[in-house]
Nanobody, 125 residues
Framework: QVQLVESGGGLVEAGGSLRLSCVSSGRTFSRYSMGWFRQAPGKEREFVAAINLSGSSTRYEDSVKGRFTISRDNAKSTVYLQMDSLKPEDTAAYFC??????????????????WGQGTQVTVSS
């Protein structure tokens, strides 16, 4: 069993930055590939970014490339999402997920085994 807790969300003006954190407890963090997803009201959960167990490989959704950076610190059992140049369309609840296939990157939320409770990001225009 893995427990995930996100933090770092909030209200920010367009062009601003936020850094989300997701702390894992339970089973060994380094056994899991991690991802960030977001979900706006009335919409499906969508992929944002993913990272493999070592952090050597990452993948991003096209609209966030060059603006968001995913990273992880296995010693702290934490995955981060640095979000820069935020836009109003980035407004959503952001969720981190863990999948027990540590060498691959996963973009489909159905493949994830564990989820956090989410943290709200609101970008004002």
């Amino acid at each position: 069993q893995v427990q995930l807790v996100e933090s770092g969300g909030g209200l920010v003006e367009a062009g601003g930055s936020l850094r989300l954190s997701c702390v894992s407890s339970g089973r060994t963090f380094s056994r899991y590939s991690m991802g960030w997803f977001r979900q706006a009201p009335g919409k499906e959960r969508e992929f944002v970014a993913a990272i493999n167990l070592s952090g050597s490989s990452t993948r991003y959704e096209d609209s966030v490339k060059g603006r968001f950076t995913i990273s992880r610190d296995n010693a702290k059992s934490t995955v981060y999402l640095q979000m820069d140049s935020l836009k109003p369309e980035d407004t959503a609840a952001y969720f981190c997920g863990a999948v027990g296939d540590p060498y691959r990157l996963h973009t489909d939320p159905r493949e994830y085994d564990y989820w956090g409770q989410g943290t709200q990001v609101t970008v004002s225009s």
